[in-house]
């Protein structure tokens, strides 16, 4: 039983790990965005997406 | 079209009209927005970081930290979701993605959640205050202030409970802030606003003093310099028993590694709670949406990065171990106030300072708890999932009364439960924070495998293997939630047996309101029903409706054809805009005797519910109006002109092209009293070309060969001696002088057969006609501004 709880423990530590390699890429990326949209012009145009996926 | 079947009639003869309006359409910019978020997640910094020490240890801060970057991956997470979904929030992006059952579980967690944020700000706000008022009393008695009797009765210097005084603290401002949000949540967004700025300026100023205390101040607990907490590692991590949880008396305890890492990360992701509300302020940002999304978004991560993340680093380096968690656990920040470098008096009056801004940011995350709250449960509610009971509109104010008192309810009861601990309320808050992420993210990363459609916006990287498109970084901050989820489980036993116990309860409540709505509403769609405050007016004017004059009126009926709307919606048109639906009644009604029911029937109801998201999703205000009509064009000419309207849009008509539709809105206009305004209509068609007629008398369109004609005859006339300062215009009023003379005494049937003639040659092609517009070429919109 010990021995399962050590290897569902040991394979949250591996999924953690690789989550958080990828959460630090994520960050990275998005951040460079970010800095494009904060110095758009509000008139750039703004697909509202949102509006007709919302109306299914 | 005989004026007494119009609907509106002007003068002494009125008609009862319904304006509706949406209970909270209100847009606001990102800053705003930001404020409104920060307002909960930059409170956390008030009570955050004492937790996580308390639970892990001295490097705690670094979690902390550690949390604040990693926040920023799950803020792109909500940014992909709120860019599909404007309505977004956990409840919907799960219900699209996993299903009914999940959305419920889901939702259930968040509302765990957006409940223990109010007690928790509220308490910590109290001991803040509490902690204060000691200090002060302190240093009164120190000073020999305090009356020898007053000194007796407290056997030492006078103070008050602290946990009882954050209890009685946080009831008031929670009933307060009911009342607010019972009359309406307009002037919540201007709060948060004022509230961040006093923050930014504390922040500031608490940054600033630190930077000079490490500079030129005595390093804390005697230390030759001053000193980082110790690093993330597992051996530097001590975990209190009650941090450990489940695991406590197992030899998992002793398990750290990178496990011990997981542990103490998921005690501190309390640092990031609020990140949420960015779903529940979506709905309410200004046009342009998704940017205005994304800019509160960063504004939102670095604000709390540096609030939270530095402050909570400053805390241990420089308030003395042997005091930090003992007296300043729960107002670590005042703490922080209190050793910087300084005389007493100026550290006080800054504690002061501190605790004046946590009371401020701390009782807006209590605001904001109840607004997520009340939008969470409203937007279920929509879908049939609590009965319409919840969502009934107060008679007076419009919102949703009954939600606000069921949430604020629990509440109260969870701050009186609690007996003002800090650090109960912060472990059980943690379930509902880590568990909403979780799911939410989960959702996402199915949605990108289930709806392959349009987003605005998408979580990178992403790499495409043989045509599939490999979400990376969606399944990244998924599997860091979903693994710190699971730890928390174990690690956080009064958060699981709460959580689990609070989700289970309000699972059974929806499953329950389910059902007992799907027998109530068998025969009817109840899905995305909004809620309208509907408000009588006698006669239709600006002021009634809330508008401008010059705004544009659009007609609509079919809820399935708003193309129109959408096309003036996306051109930045600085006009009000106004709804209009025509409600048609039988000859043989009498307008007086219609009831609400029958002018704001179900279609009115899914047709203006249809408008309000499509206004949504370009974040920009509409106003929306019902008038009961015995005939549609007249109800669109009389209410654009008793609004002052400058232009009418509407669809193209399956029944009429858009010159028929134009010519019975001209004969309506036509029999319409004075006085009576021109105006513009347009009608957009379902590829979004657009044809304008101009209402009334106007300038008629002269061919180019017909202004060469009367300048040759200008010309010729003005070589007259005499004539020298004859205009183009006496021209055409001398002609149309002679004409109106001809056709009415003398020529009538002569010139009627020459115009007869004249449209033959028309209809043959032989006069020309005015160039078709290139549909490739970007056209200003021809509507007229004011």
């Keep these: 039983m010990n021995g399962l709880v050590t290897v569902c423990v040991r394979?949250?530590?591996?999924?953690?790990?690789?989550?958080?390699?990828?959460?630090?890429?994520?960050?990275?990326?998005?951040?460079?965005?970010?800095?494009?949209?904060?110095?758009?012009?509000?008139?750039a145009p703004d697909d509202p997406v949102g509006g007709d996926h919302n109306l299914r | 079209m005989a004026s007494d079947s119009n609907a509106i009639r002007p003068g002494s003869t009125r008609v009862r009209i319904v304006v509706a309006t949406s209970v909270m359409l209100t847009f606001i910019s990102f800053w705003r927005a930001a404020a409104i978020v920060l307002n909960d997640l930059g409170s956390s910094a008030f009570y955050a970081a004492g937790i996580a020490e308390q639970a892990v240890g001295k490097a705690a801060p670094w979690f902390i930290i550690g949390v604040m970057i990693f926040s920023f991956a799950v803020r792109a997470v909500y940014v992909e979701s709120c860019s599909m979904f404007v309505r977004g929030g956990v409840y919907r992006v799960v219900k699209e993605a996993l299903g009914g059952t999940l959305a419920k579980i889901s939702v259930s967690a968040l509302m765990f959640d957006y409940i223990l944020t109010g007690p928790i700000s509220g308490v910590s706000a109290g001991h803040y205050i509490a902690g204060l008022v000691n200090k002060w009393l302190a240093t009164a008695d120190a000073a020999g202030w305090v009356p020898v009797a007053v000194h007796h009765i407290f056997g030492g210097a006078p103070h008050i409970n602290e946990n009882l005084t954050a209890v009685v603290l946080a009831v008031a401002v929670t009933l307060y802030y009911w009342w607010e949000n019972t009359k309406g949540i307009q002037e919540s967004s201007e709060k948060a606003l004022r509230v961040m700025q006093i923050t930014t300026v504390m922040v500031v100023l608490l940054l600033g003093w630190s930077a000079l205390t490490l500079l030129i101040g005595k390093p804390a607990n005697n230390a030759a310099h001053w000193q980082l907490p110790p690093l993330p590692i597992p051996s530097n991590l001590h975990f209190s028993e009650s941090a450990l949880g489940f695991l406590k008396h197992t030899q998992f305890a002793h398990l750290l590694g990178l496990f011990g890492i997981m542990i103490?990360?998921?005690?501190?992701?309390?640092?990031?709670?609020?990140e949420e509300s960015l779903a529940q302020v979506n709905r309410e940002l200004a046009h342009p949406k998704l940017k205005n999304l994304k800019r509160a978004a960063v504004v939102i991560a670095i604000y709390s990065f540096v609030f939270t993340g530095l402050v909570s680093l400053l805390a241990v380096m420089i308030i003395p171990d042997n005091v930090r968690v003992a007296q300043y656990s729960d107002n670590l920040i005042s703490g922080l106030a209190m050793y910087e470098v300084g005389p007493n008096l100026l550290k006080l009056l800054f504690q002061t300072f501190v605790v004046l801004v946590g009371f401020l940011i701390l009782s807006g995350a209590i605001n904001t708890a109840i607004v997520g709250s009340n939008g969470v449960l409203n937007r279920v509610s929509e879908d049939g999932v609590l009965t319409e009971w919840f969502r009934k509109p107060h008679k007076r104010f419009g919102t949703s009364f009954r939600i606000i008192n069921l949430v604020v309810g629990m509440q109260l009861f969870t701050i009186i439960a609690s007996r003002g601990d800090v650090y109960m309320l912060g472990e059980a808050y943690a379930f509902g924070v880590i568990w909403s992420f979780t799911f939410n993210s989960l959702a996402m990363l199915v949605l990108r495998f289930k709806f392959k459609g349009a987003r605005g916006w998408k979580v990178p990287p992403n790499i495409t293997i043989a045509g599939h498109e490999i979400p990376l970084g969606l399944f990244s901050v998924f599997l860091?939630?979903?693994?710190?989820?699971?730890?928390?489980?174990?690690?956080?036993?009064?958060?699981?047996?709460?959580?689990?116990?609070?989700?289970a309860v309000f699972f059974v409540i929806f499953l329950v309101s389910e059902r007992v709505n799907r027998r109530k509403f068998a025969h009817t769609e109840q899905q995305m029903q909004e809620q309208f405050q509907l408000l009588h007016r006698d006669q239709v004017d600006t002021q009634g409706v809330g508008i401008r004059p010059g705004s544009i009126l659009i007609a609509v009926r079919d809820y399935n054809t708003l193309n129109h709307l959408k096309w003036v919606l996306s051109h930045n048109v600085e006009q009000d805009v106004v709804v209009l639906a025509a409600r048609l009644t039988g000859p043989g009604s009498a307008e007086y005797d219609l009831s609400m029911d029958q002018i704001f029937s179900d279609y009115?109801?899914?047709?203006?519910?249809?408008?309000?998201?499509?206004?949504?999703?370009?974040?920009?205000?509409?106003?929306?109006?019902?008038?009961?009509?015995?005939?549609?064009?007249?109800?669109?000419?009389?209410?654009?002109?008793?609004?002052?309207?400058?232009?009418?849009?509407?669809?193209?008509?399956?029944?009429?092209?858009?010159?028929?539709?134009?010519?019975?809105?001209?004969?309506?206009?036509?029999?319409?009293?004075?006085?009576?305004?021109?105006?513009l209509f347009q009608v957009v068609r379902p590829d979004n070309e657009v044809e304008t007629f101009r209402i009334g008398p106007h300038t008629p369109s002269i061919r180019t060969e017909d202004v060469h004609l009367v300048h040759r005859l200008w010309l010729d006339i003005t070589r007259t001696k005499g004539l020298e300062n004859v205009h183009h215009s006496d021209l055409v009023t001398m002609a149309l002088t002679r004409f109106a003379h001809d056709y009415t005494v003398s020529d009538r049937e002569s010139i009627l057969a020459e115009l007869q003639r004249l449209e033959e040659r028309r209809a043959k092609g032989e006069l020309g006609r005015p160039k078709p517009r290139d549909p490739g070429q970007p056209q200003t919109p021809p509507i007229l501004r004011p």
């Design chain 2, 480 to 503: 860091v939630l979903f693994t710190t989820a699971v730890v928390n489980l174990f690690t956080k036993s009064i958060a699981t047996v709460a959580g689990l116990t609070f989700t």
């Design chain 2, 264 to 274: 103490a990360f998921g005690h501190s992701v309390l640092a990031m709670s609020g």
């Design chain 2, 604 to 679: 009115e109801q899914t047709l203006f519910t249809r408008v309000v998201s499509i206004a949504e999703s370009y974040g920009k205000h509409i106003a929306l109006l019902v008038v009961p009509a015995r005939d549609v064009w007249s109800a669109i000419v009389q209410t654009a002109n008793a609004l002052e309207s400058s232009a009418i849009v509407a669809g193209l008509s399956t029944k009429m092209n858009a010159q028929e539709q134009a010519f019975n809105l001209g004969r309506a206009w036509e029999a319409m009293h004075e006085p009576k305004r021109q105006t």
């Design chain 1, 11 to 43: 394979l949250l530590e591996f999924l953690f790990f690789v989550g958080a390699v990828g959460s630090l890429v994520v960050v990275l990326i998005s951040g460079v965005e970010d800095m494009e949209t904060i110095f758009q012009k509000d008139d």
